[in-house]
């Protein structure tokens, strides 16, 4: 066995969720030349990638090789008057990267402060809050292939992105690794976007009329402690489930029984509804079953008090999922990827 490859390791301090699962073989990769070696041994076929662990539910033990992803680094690659285009390696925390950007006054990312994982996973289910996705600002990423470990650069529409999707989830989960994801941000006059959610009220709250990108994010950050748990605090994946995108035919029945409902005009066809208030009508929130349970302030988040397992928490999800399903004849799925 390789000296830098280590056995039998939890993998607790390695997921949001904090469930403790075991890694038969273990290594944490600092480079892509170590990373390339690491996927040339014969000797572990399978591979399990792990990133920031942020969104992934581990219900059992790993017993292939897991490789971290610990890539660190930040660069400009060039820049004018009205854009930057910028490049964070796939081991960078994603809401570092954010307040990183704000400092140096590069605008897009603001709206996505505080989501949590790592930079390199946040293509895979094309991250996104508050009106913004990550596709607005993605520019390309370079992946390396598992099988061949050969480097292919994506570009945005290589991607195919869509709501919490890509091809990465999709024909090609599994397939690669991203080592790096290139931004284009703005550098002049920055487009802010204050529409949606609570974040109109959070600036009004504190008097501001001219938002700047900090202020936006000042503003996402406050929102989002006030209804999230701090996975270090208190073991959550943000986030469990997606928000459903309806036909309108299917809309327009569940608004005629629940004229209260919170809901986004996606497109002429299709409507979003909060998964969150889905839940909380089928009196989930702030449930506890054992150590797994519902977050008090948001019922889209499943947390673990402690010492819950995985498929504890599984076995929840599916029970909402089946609750929602019974009360409103809509499908919930989770956004989180169950393993």
């Given at each position: 066995m390789h000296s830098y490859i280590q056995q039998n390791i939890s993998l607790k301090n390695f997921n949001t969720f904090g469930i403790d699962v075991n890694a038969k073989y273990f290594v944490s990769v600092n480079n892509v030349a170590q990373l390339k070696e690491v996927l040339q041994l014969d000797h572990y076929p399978d591979k399990f990638v792990l990133g920031g662990g942020s969104n992934m539910l581990l219900t059992k033990d790993i017993d292939t090789l897991v490789i971290h992803i610990n890539i660190k680094g930040k660069d400009i690659l060039?820049?004018?008057?009205?854009?930057?285009v910028v490049r964070c390696m796939a081991g960078e925390n994603w809401h570092d990267f954010v307040l990183w950007s704000i400092d140096h006054d590069f605008g897009g990312l603001e709206n996505m402060s505080l989501i949590p994982g790592n930079v390199g996973t946040a293509p895979i289910q094309n991250i996104g809050a508050y009106g913004t996705e990550l596709?607005?600002?993605?520019?390309?990423?370079?992946?390396?292939?598992?099988?061949?470990?050969?480097?292919?650069?994506?570009?945005?529409?290589?991607?195919?992105?869509?709501?919490?999707?890509?091809?990465?989830?999709?024909?090609?989960k599994g397939k690669y690794i991203i080592c790096s994801v290139d931004f284009k941000l703005t550098t002049g006059s920055h487009t802010v976007k204050t529409s949606y959610g609570a974040i109109e009220s959070e600036l009004q709250k504190n008097a501001i009329t001219n938002p700047s990108i900090k202020d936006v994010s000042n503003a996402v950050i406050a929102i989002r402690q006030s209804k999230l748990p701090d996975p270090k605090e208190l073991g959550n994946s943000g986030s469990f489930f997606k928000n459903p995108i309806v036909s309108k035919t299917v809309f327009r029945a569940f608004i005629t029984k629940h004229p209260d409902a919170p809901y986004y005009t996606v497109s002429e066809s299709e409507v979003k509804i909060p998964a969150g208030w889905l839940i909380e009508q089928a009196g989930f929130?702030?449930?506890?079953?054992?150590?797994?349970?519902?977050?008090?302030?948001?019922?889209?988040?499943?947390?673990?008090?402690?010492?819950?397992?995985?498929?504890?928490?599984?076995?929840?999800?599916?029970?909402?999922?089946?609750?929602?399903?019974?009360?409103?004849?809509i499908d919930i799925e989770a956004e989180v990827n169950v393993i």
């Amino acid at each position: 066995m390789h000296s830098y490859i280590q056995q039998n390791i939890s993998l607790k301090n390695f997921n949001t969720f904090g469930i403790d699962v075991n890694a038969k073989y273990f290594v944490s990769v600092n480079n892509v030349a170590q990373l390339k070696e690491v996927l040339q041994l014969d000797h572990y076929p399978d591979k399990f990638v792990l990133g920031g662990g942020s969104n992934m539910l581990l219900t059992k033990d790993i017993d292939t090789l897991v490789i971290h992803i610990n890539i660190k680094g930040k660069d400009i690659l060039k820049q004018d008057n009205d854009h930057v285009v910028v490049r964070c390696m796939a081991g960078e925390n994603w809401h570092d990267f954010v307040l990183w950007s704000i400092d140096h006054d590069f605008g897009g990312l603001e709206n996505m402060s505080l989501i949590p994982g790592n930079v390199g996973t946040a293509p895979i289910q094309n991250i996104g809050a508050y009106g913004t996705e990550l596709k607005d600002t993605f520019l390309q990423c370079k992946a390396i292939e598992l099988s061949t470990g050969k480097t292919r650069v994506f570009s945005n529409h290589d991607c195919k992105f869509g709501y919490r999707n890509s091809i990465f989830k999709n024909e090609l989960k599994g397939k690669y690794i991203i080592c790096s994801v290139d931004f284009k941000l703005t550098t002049g006059s920055h487009t802010v976007k204050t529409s949606y959610g609570a974040i109109e009220s959070e600036l009004q709250k504190n008097a501001i009329t001219n938002p700047s990108i900090k202020d936006v994010s000042n503003a996402v950050i406050a929102i989002r402690q006030s209804k999230l748990p701090d996975p270090k605090e208190l073991g959550n994946s943000g986030s469990f489930f997606k928000n459903p995108i309806v036909s309108k035919t299917v809309f327009r029945a569940f608004i005629t029984k629940h004229p209260d409902a919170p809901y986004y005009t996606v497109s002429e066809s299709e409507v979003k509804i909060p998964a969150g208030w889905l839940i909380e009508q089928a009196g989930f929130k702030g449930k506890r079953f054992g150590d797994a349970g519902v977050h008090r302030n948001q019922a889209l988040v499943l947390v673990n008090y402690g010492k819950a397992s995985g498929h504890e928490i599984w076995e929840l999800a599916k029970k909402i999922k089946r609750s929602v399903k019974e009360e409103f004849g809509i499908d919930i799925e989770a956004e989180v990827n169950v393993i």
